[in-house]
């Protein structure tokens, strides 16, 4: 099977700092202590034995310095022996600082550089928190998410169904940029009908601009004993939403690899795609994901 990654997460904690690796904790998604210290091209390709993947995304993980990770990364992706991995590159960014349009023009330097993600998650239940601000709400956050479109880059939004009518706020003053939704707008509690429901109308909600796509990941840090059965309602809700040709499936790897093998994961999709065209599949493999953060081919 060949796939194009547009989710993964590069790092080497002796090239570039990361607070959360280095006092690791037990999170609902996992167990950070099992991750390791050093997540290079090398040991993605490695985990991905047995698949061809054709070009990778990184996703920012949460870097002490957000420009340091870029230039790294883009570092490895100019190493021949990388194969070019990560072909794009998602950086951090704190939209709300002071110095964020500076910022944006120094991570402008990285060729592989396609969009900024900086994580929104506010839940009302504070276990799920990422943040301890509601950033969509506030002024200077969202003038400094507006200058992502002088660079022509993307923004990835990691966000909880909740957070979805002040999201579309900023999706609607923000046409020029492409919105690309992670993790299937991450469903914590598949088990609570109204968790469910309210998911169900936030993923419909998001699906009417036309400046936003989904990434269909992340699924099994919020559901650690999974079987295909289980993803299928969610991939098949997802798909039904956004439709084929707005919707990349991706690893997530290696915080979805606490629960689950790389190749694994990638056949569950492809068994609750059985009946898909060869066109559907195409896109939603390698297609859109090329597409959306306009990769060149190998």
């Known amino acids: 099977m060949h796939v194009v990654d547009p989710h993964i ?8 700092g990361y607070r959360w690796l280095a006092n690791p904790q037990v999170a609902y998604s996992g167990d950070n202590r099992l991750l390791p210290q050093r997540h290079a091209v090398a040991e993605f390709l490695q985990a991905a034995d047995g698949m061809d993947v054709r070009a990778s995304v990184h996703v ?9 990770e870029a230039q790294w990364l883009q570092s490895l992706a100019d190493d021949p022996v990388n194969l070019g ?14 110095d964020a349009a500076e910022i944006l023009e120094r991570l402008s330097a990285c ?6 993600r900086q994580i929104l998650n506010r839940h009302p239940d504070a276990r799920y ?18 200058r992502l479109s002088e660079h022509g880059w993307s923004f990835d939004l990691q966000l909880y169904p909740a957070q979805v009518p002040a999201a579309i706020e900023v999706i609607a003053a923000n046409p020029d940029i492409l919105f690309i939704v992670n993790h299937a707008l991450m469903l914590v509690d598949g088990t609570d009908a109204h968790s469910r ?14 400046n936003v796509a989904l990434k269909i990941s992340g699924l099994v840090m919020f559901d650690h004993h999974w079987s295909i059965d289980s993803l299928r309602p969610r991939v098949l809700q997802a798909l039904d939403c956004f ?14 690899g606490l629960h689950a093998g790389y190749a694994a994961l990638w056949q569950a999709y492809a068994s609750i795609l059985e009946g898909a065209s060869d066109a559907e599949r195409a896109a939603l493999f390698c297609g859109n994901a090329r597409r959306y953060y306009r990769l060149r081919a190998p």
């Open 243 to 256: 439709g084929s040709d707005r919707c990349m499936f991706a690893s997530n790897f290696p915080i979805d």
């Open 60 to 68: 920012e993980a949460n870097p002490d310095d957000v420009v340091g």
């Open 129 to 146: 928190n990422y943040v301890s601000r509601d950033y969509l709400l506030e002024p200077t956050w969202r003038d400094n998410l507006a």
């Open 111 to 116: 060729p592989n550089l396609r969009g900024i």
């Open 197 to 210: 429901q309210e998911w169900s109308s936030a993923l419909k909600a998001l699906a009417q601009p036309h």
């Open 85 to 98: 991995h990560p072909h794009g590159i998602v950086a951090g960014a704190d939209l709300s600082a002071p």
């Open 9 to 16: 997460h590069l790092w080497d904690t002796s090239r570039v």
